[in-house]
C-alpha cells in the first residue's frame, strides 16, 4: 500500500444500509455497514421515513466503527466523501449532513459523489485500477443500467437502463408473489440452485429486433410469473417454487448477460464490471463469465459485500477523486434523489472553490 496514496472516510445512505467505509488509495481499511433491512421486511420493501430515521441512529457509532476498524484517527483524513445522489431524498439527506459536518469539523475537504459511480468504483479495491474504458452493468434494487465509464472521475456514459423494473426489483417481487420473504435476490438465488431453469419459458424483456439493444424491461416478465403462479393456485395444484425460481432467474440473467456482451463487442471494449446487489447472485455471475471466456472479455465482480450498498464504495471514489485532483464540493452541497450518472460528482463551482480558499 503507497503510504502517499489519499486516504478517504466514505458515508453511504441512499437506501437502507448506513455504509462508512475508509479506503487508502486503492486499499480497503475499514467497511462498516449497519442496515435496517429487517425493519423493512414485513412491508415488503423500504420505507423511506424508518430508513432515514435508522440512518441518523447508526451514523456517529458506524463513522467511529469504521475509524477503528482502520486503525486511523479522524485528524489523517485527506478527504470525506458522501452519496449525493441518486436515492432516497431524505435517506441522502442524512448522508450528506453528516459529511457536511464531518468535513467542516475536521477542515477536510468535502466529496459529493454518485451512487451508481461507486458502484463501479469500489470494483478498484478487489481488483486494483479500473482500465479506461471499461463497460459497467449496474444491477441493483434500484437500478439496472449499462455504462461505459471512461473516467470513473469524470466520464461515464449511459448506454441503456431499464425502463420500468430495476432487476432487483424484479427478484424481490417474484419473491413476494412466491411468499419468500424480503429481500428477495438470495432466496430465489438459493432456491434456484435445486431448480429446473429451462422447466418454464419465461419471456426475455426488450430482445425482439425492433426493441432498444442495450434498454431492459422486467415488469413484463414478473406478470408472467405471476400469471403462471396465478394458474397453478386457481388449479388447486402444488407451485414448483425451486424451478419457477430457477426459470425466472434464467430469464433475468440471459437478458443481462446478453446485452452487456453486446455492448462490450459494440463499443469495442474488452474489461466488463458487474456491480450492485444482483451482481451477488450466483448464476448471473456464472452466466457473465462463460459468455465473456467465449468473446474474449475480462469480467470484473467484486466480492458480494462490495456489491452491495457500502461505504468503501463511496471513500474508494472519493480516493480517485482526490488522486486525480478534481474539485471538492461546497459546503452547500445538497442530496440529488435523481442525480443522473453522467454526474459522477458535485464539484463547487469556481466561485465557491475561491471562497473554499479562502
Ligand atoms: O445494491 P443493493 O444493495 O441496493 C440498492 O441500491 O438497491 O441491491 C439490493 C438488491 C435487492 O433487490 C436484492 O434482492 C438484490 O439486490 N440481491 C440479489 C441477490 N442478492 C441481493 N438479487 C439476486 N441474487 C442475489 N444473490
Ligand atoms: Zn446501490
Redesign the pocket.
Known sequence: MAADEPLVLGIET??D?TGVGVVRGTTLLADAVASSVEEHGRYGGVVPEIASRAHLEAMVPTVQRALDQAGIKASDLDGIAVTAGPGLAGALLVGVSAAKAYAYALGKPLYGVNHLAS?ICVDQLEHGRLPEPTMALLV????SSLLLTEDITSTVRSLGATIDD?A??A??KVARLLNLGF????V??RYAREGDPAAIAFPRGLTGAKDPVYDFSFSGLKTAVSRWVEAKRRAGEDVPVRDVSASFQEAVVDVLTRKAVRACKDEGVDHLMIG???A???R?RALAQERCDRAGITLRVPR?KL???NGAMVAALGAEMVRRDRAPSAFDLSADSSLPVTDTHVPASHDELHRLAE
Do not use: Q
Open positions: 441512499s437506501c444500509e458502484h441493483s434494487g434500484g437500478h430495476a432487483g426489483e427478484f424481490d429481500p428477495g435476490g438470495p430465489i438465488d450492485g446487489g444482483v451477488a447472485n450466483s448471473l458480494p456489491c452491495t450498498d
